[in-house]
Nanobody
Framework: QVQLVESGGGLVQPGGSLRLSCSAS????????MGWYRQAPGKQREMVAT???????GYADSVKDRFTISRDTAKNTVYLQMNSLKPEDTFVYYC????????????WGQGTQVTVSS
């Protein structure tokens, strides 16, 4: 059974950094694309960063060169390192796991709040 648990959110000043973690039990990274998404109240969820089973990463234009997604296979954990944070990065951040083989299911964590404010 897959369970995704995010941690690491909080309040940070503009220009600061945070590292989000997603503990991914029941996920085998070699057959899942892992991703971070974010959502504001009443808005659509948007992709932030993804890492495929083969290790290829992708980023939204708004976070490129500031955020880095990575994974630790031994710990079954995916990270999102966020640097040079801006107030417009204030969202609830969600971890996602998409299976790349049949059955094509995907899973979501419960989300963690990131607030960037002085």
């Amino acid at each position: 059974q897959v369970q995704l648990v995010e941690s690491g959110g909080g309040l940070v000043q503009p220009g600061g950094s945070l590292r989000l973690s997603c503990s991914a039990s029941g996920v085998i990274f070699t057959i899942y694309t892992m991703g971070w998404y974010r959502q504001a109240p009443g808005k659509q969820r948007e992709m932030v960063a993804t890492i495929t089973a083969g290790g290829t990463t992708g980023y939204a234009d708004s976070v490129k060169d500031r955020f880095t997604i990575s994974r630790d296979t031994a710990k079954n954990t995916v990270y999102l390192q966020m640097n040079s944070l801006k107030p417009e990065d204030t969202f609830v951040y969600y971890c996602n796991a998409k299976r790349s083989t049949w059955p094509r299911v995907d899973y979501w964590g419960q989300g963690t709040q990131v607030t960037v404010s002085s």
